[in-house]
């Protein structure tokens, strides 16, 4: 008995979200997506604000990681990563005393991604930057399911979070998560192999649980 398998392929973004502001913002503020991106990066990231305002300019999104109290600056760009997107995320990160910088792009162009392990390696242990791309697959007719791929992120980002947490009380839910992604980070550290995507992150996740 053969048996009929579909072909994963890869959907164009813009076909997906036309807009990064009413479209991509809108969809990565809701509950069950912010979720997925907080999975990807190891945080829980809560107190969701669109459009915040910094001076003259806004932001796309604000928000909280639950564990630590501390800002979480995210700007989408639904294009390939530039000088203008590079300059804004400073900018709004220093405005809204973010502490954790998510910087989604279509593609990371490599200066760019060199540029924010540059940023990681030569600012302080209370920042860290996440270079991410956002990409989409679907199978034959299905509807596109979303991705996330960590392209540059702090070594030594899960580490400090488990150090800022030993002088934090936690509700049992903000345990049970620190605890996975303290194991997590251990099988990391033994397999010596840098994860780069949502599938790899699921695949560990089954195996921790």
Same mark, same amino acid.
């Given at each position: 008995?053969?048996i009929s398998l579909g072909k994963l392929k890869e959907v164009n973004i813009r076909d997906v979200w036309q807009h990064e502001q009413y479209d991509f913002s809108?969809?990565?503020?809701?509950?069950?997506?912010?979720?997925?991106?907080?999975?990807?990066?190891?945080?829980?990231?809560?107190?969701?604000?669109?459009?915040?305002?910094?001076?003259?300019?806004?932001?796309?999104?604000?928000?909280?990681?639950?564990?630590?109290?501390?800002?979480?600056?995210?700007?989408?760009?639904?294009?390939?990563?530039?000088?203008?997107?590079?300059?804004?995320?400073?900018?709004?990160?220093?405005?809204?005393?973010?502490?954790?910088?998510?910087?989604?792009?279509?593609?990371?162009?490599?200066?760019?991604?060199?540029?924010?392990?540059?940023?990681?390696?030569?600012?302080?242990?209370?920042?860290?930057?996440?270079?991410?791309e956002i990409h989409a697959f679907s199978i034959g007719d299905s509807k596109p399911a979303p991705q996330f791929r960590i392209i540059q992120q702090p070594n #030594? @980002?899960?580490? $400090?979070?488990?150090?800022?947490?030993?002088?934090? *009380?936690?509700?049992?839910?903000? !345990?049970?998560? =620190? #605890? @996975?992604?303290? $194991?997590?980070?251990?099988?990391?550290?033994?397999? *010596?192999?840098?994860?780069?995507? !949502?599938?790899? =992150?699921?695949?560990?996740?089954?195996?921790?649980?």
């Amino acid at each position: 008995m053969s048996i009929s398998l579909g072909k994963l392929k890869e959907v164009n973004i813009r076909d997906v979200w036309q807009h990064e502001q009413y479209d991509f913002s809108k969809w990565l503020s809701l509950p069950e997506n912010i979720q997925e991106l907080s999975d990807t990066i190891g945080l829980s990231l809560t107190d969701v604000e669109t459009e915040k305002f910094v001076g003259g300019y806004r932001c796309d999104i604000i928000c909280k990681d639950e564990i630590t109290g501390k800002n979480v600056l995210i700007e989408n760009q639904l294009e390939p990563s530039n000088h203008d997107h590079l300059g804004k995320i400073i900018t709004y990160a220093s405005g809204l005393d973010a502490a954790v910088v998510v910087w989604i792009v279509q593609e990371a162009r490599e200066e760019h991604a060199s540029a924010i392990e540059w940023l990681n390696k030569h600012t302080g242990d209370d920042l860290a930057f996440f270079l991410i791309e956002i990409h989409a697959f679907s199978i034959g007719d299905s509807k596109p399911a979303p991705q996330f791929r960590i392209i540059q992120q702090p070594n #030594e @980002f899960a580490k $400090m979070v488990k150090e800022i947490s030993k002088n934090t *009380d936690l509700n049992e839910s903000q !345990t049970y998560r =620190l #605890e @996975f992604w303290n $194991m997590f980070n251990n099988v990391i550290d033994e397999r *010596d192999k840098p994860l780069t995507n !949502t599938n790899h =992150l699921q695949i560990i996740g089954i195996q921790l649980l």
